[in-house]
T-cell receptor, first 110, second 113 residues
Framework: SQTIHQWPATLVQPVGSPLSLECTVE??????LYWYRQAAGRGLQLLFYSVGIGQISSEVPQNLSASRPQDRQFILSSKKLLLSDSGFYLC?????????FGQGTRLTVV | AQSVTQPDIHITVSEGASLELRCNYSYGATPYLFWYVQSPGQGLQLLLK??????LVQGIKGFEAEFKRSQSSFNLRKPSVHWSDAAEYFCAVGLEAGTALIFGKGTTLSVSS
């Protein structure tokens, strides 16, 4: 069966520091991969999605970037974090229609 | 633009009472429809989905949802709520295979004893 792993679960980082969140999927090949950010009362905001290795689409211009170095690996990065980058980050994969989510990373920028 | 509306931000129901969470979408054709549940600090879990066919779909944890084309709605129901159902619920639509889902802003469900 397919599983998705996302880490770390929580992260506290100072303003201006770099960020790297990793997501991997097991048990499937060539999945569509997504990064969402969730802020209280604002639902899920799609940040990036990828349909294949090296193929990244950005939905919102911001201080973040994403990469897909391997078929089942999706990385969310930032060179310099801002306070406004705080939030709950969710990785998801999709075989075709429905999406399956990781457990999320709570990022607090201080 | 396509959108998903969950009119109720927060609902409180008594344990054992019935539940209905509302969801409306704006899209020209019939999209793929989903309900997800999220416990605090956790990821989203798929409750049920509608692609086509029978407009009443059954999901996990005793939930069901009914698609009504004329109302562009996909409301989630449960006949008897348990305290463990307290969580945040998200309705989502998919427009095409392989595209990202569009989510509503969620409804927080509280269950009182």
């Amino acid at each position: 069966s397919q599983t998705i792993h996302q880490w770390p679960a929580t992260l506290v980082q100072p303003v201006g520091s770099p960020l790297s969140l990793e997501c991997t999927v097991e048990g499937t090949s060539n999945p569509n991969l997504y990064w969402y950010r969730q802020a209280a009362g604002r639902g899920l905001q799609l940040l990036f999605y990828s349909v294949g290795i090296g193929q990244i689409s950005s939905e919102v211009p911001q201080n973040l970037s994403a990469s897909r170095p391997q078929d089942r690996q999706f990385i969310l990065s930032s060179k310099k974090l801002l306070l406004s980058d705080s939030g709950f980050y969710l990785c998801a994969w999709s075989p075709r229609f429905e999406a399956f989510f990781g457990q999320g990373t709570r990022l607090t920028v201080v | 633009a396509q959108s998903v509306t969950q009119p109720d931000i927060h609902i409180t129901v008594s344990e054992g009472a019935s539940l209905e969470l509302r969801c409306n979408y704006s899209y020209g054709a019939t999209p793929y429809l989903f309900w997800y549940v999220q416990s605090p600090g956790q990821g989203l879990q798929l409750l049920l989905k509608y692609f086509s066919g029978d407009t009443l779909v059954q999901g996990i944890k005793g939930f069901e949802a009914e698609f009504k084309r004329s109302q562009s709605s996909f409301n989630l129901r449960k006949p008897s709520v348990h305290w463990s159902d307290a969580a945040e619920y998200f309705c989502a639509v998919g427009l095409e295979a392989g595209t990202a889902l569009i989510f509503g802003k969620g409804t927080t469900l509280s269950v009182s004893s």
